[in-house]
């Protein structure tokens, strides 16, 4: 500002003089008033300084209005924001995606359940076959979809995913791995899985379910609830079938996703003192949740009294208000400590658990065996025709039954060894089985086991059960068009039984009391066993016939077609079938073909008929049951009849003391019997039942000191049974049927 004031002096003393002496006396007057400015500089500072400051104030004040006036749009806007945002809550769960690996159809019917309850809650729920799924494409946009991914996978044989989620086991067990994904990638991913499988697979059980877990994990998703193992096994599954360990985890899950689409954390999971919400976000490994997971399976609450923590927190809070903590007191408090953990520990083993399910109070070392047959799987079989009988048995009518009541001819079992198929009841007293073979008539519905671990009926329940429902079966027939009316009141009278409708029923542990029950109403039996059981075996009760099925020749392909469950199971074949050389009354390799499995196996046929020396050899090929996705098995496993006469011919010229004595074609089956059995040149692969009768009776009334062998109750095989005949194994006393094609045939030829 002086800088100012002095230019305009200047400028004006040197703008107005023309002349010299002007100029001269401007110069003169413009030092006077340097001089008089000079003199009052403190003067002039002060204006310059009030001047100065009224432009300062005034520019503050002009500031401050546009800084108010520019706000006021901004505070609108924010308010509508506000206003905007209770309109339209924040979203937390945008939907469920439900995630299925199945190989029956299980897993993907509780998917479907689930989806359905979701829905019911509005939230959207999605059902996902994992074979459509490309997980490399789609996964990680889970991550930020804030949707909640739930995986229902079965484990299947040796512990490997079902067909259909191969690939994406595959794929998610390799990125876990694979530094090129990072241990983030699916950092956001909110998950839960429930596994499907069988505790009696020691070593496999739900495999597929804990790996997918561990993988999620290893790549950083969130597990919202604790992994849940449903178990087939009835005896050890928490809830009592693997349908009930899905109910109780659904009830479960359903609670967790209306707390997360709440906005709600995870609630505290009883490990905390004070109860209240969990501070520890440490992630644990899924093999450190493998105790929490095991507890998360039940549809129990622990009920345990806090007190003690509360007792022991506050103790602890009183001594840290000091700021010291004298040495002496120490060892106060390290004992009030102790006694506080072992009072915690004396409760804990008093903790009661209290069933969601049923209200019932249990104590944990209470167990009751439980029944064989569950609802589900009851249900499954009574629309398969089964008649079940009690907690672990049934009866069913066989299609040759069916047909000798209209005289259309009898099973192979009427060709090879005279039964009379309409008078024959197909039962077992036990449903379990120790395999799960490829070509199972019940597509793997039944349970499964090592040993008995159920509740079990009394033999003579079961056999008169058998009988009733048997016979109420057969009078269903009367008046039907075709049915005889001389064989249906025969069929009324039983005289065979095949234990061999299905299951292993060698397993129930009064299967010697039913085999002899049957004698006594002079009813034969026929039983057959899957080679799993030895001493079973060896101390089995004599029978009219018994069987033992080999269904490969080699431990590898045994595996494959049966899918045993013992780990030791080619050592327990070989010496079941050593077992079977030890019995002196019939006994029968019965071999099924399966086309492309096990037809290739000549010589290790003959290897394993060398050490067990059956009397006879059953060679069938395989019945396609129907399609199933348990199986593999298609029509094109099914040998031709010709396949079969081939195989069996070769079979024969490689066992020196066996030659092929009968055939039934309609059955595809060949019988080669040993030649002891040829007696003058003619067969006698037929049974004397009456004489059975006589000699079982005797063995029974002696303490089982007189015994008897198959030599004693053969009888001669009629000529149209034998191997080569015109008939080919199909009586003349019956009528031949076959049914028309009632297609017309547009072929032109």
Known sequence: MLILLLTVCLVSGFGSPSDAEDRQDVQRSGGKYLVWIWTNRMFVYSAAALVFGTWFLLKVALKRTNSTEAAAPRDSKAAKNVSRSAKDPEVHVSGVKIFFGSQTGTAKGFAKELSEEVQALGTPAEVIDMKDYDPDDRLADECVSKSVCVFLVATYTDGQPTENAEWFCKWLEEASTDFRYGKTFLQGLRYAVFGLGNSVYVGHYNTVGKNIDKWLWMLSATRIMSRTEGDSDVVKSRNGSVQADFQAWKLRFLSRLQALAKGEKKSCSGNCKKGGSCKNKKKHRPDEEEKASSHDNSSEVDLIDSSSDDDESGFLDEKRSGSVVDVEDLGNIMSSVKKAKSKDKDEEDQVVRLSKLNGVKKMEDEEERREMITPALREALTKQGYKLIGSHSGVKLCRWTKSMLRGRGGCYKHTFYGIESHRCMETTPSLACANKCVFCWRHHTNPVGTEWRWKMDPAEKILQDSLEKHQNMIRQFRGVPGVKPDRFEEGLAVRHCALSLVGEPIMYPEINAFVRLLHRRRISSFLVTNAQFPEEIRSLAPVTQLYVSVDASTKDSLKKIDRPLFKDFWPRFLDSLRALGEKRQRTVYRLTLVKAWNVEEMQAYSELIALGQPD???????????????????????P????????????????????????HEHSNCLLIAHTKFKVDGEWRTWIDYDRFQELVQAHEDSGGQQSFSALDYMARTPSWALFGAREQGFDPADTRFQRRNRTKDISGC
């Open 616 to 638: 006879f050899i059953e060679v069938k090929g395989v019945t396609y049951c129907g399609e199933s996705s348990a199986s593999s098995l298609t029509m094109a496993n099914v």
């Open 640 to 663: 031709w009849h010709q396949e079969v006469v081939a195989f069996v011919q070769q079979l024969a010229d490689m066992l020196p003391q066996y030659e092929i004595a009968c055939e």
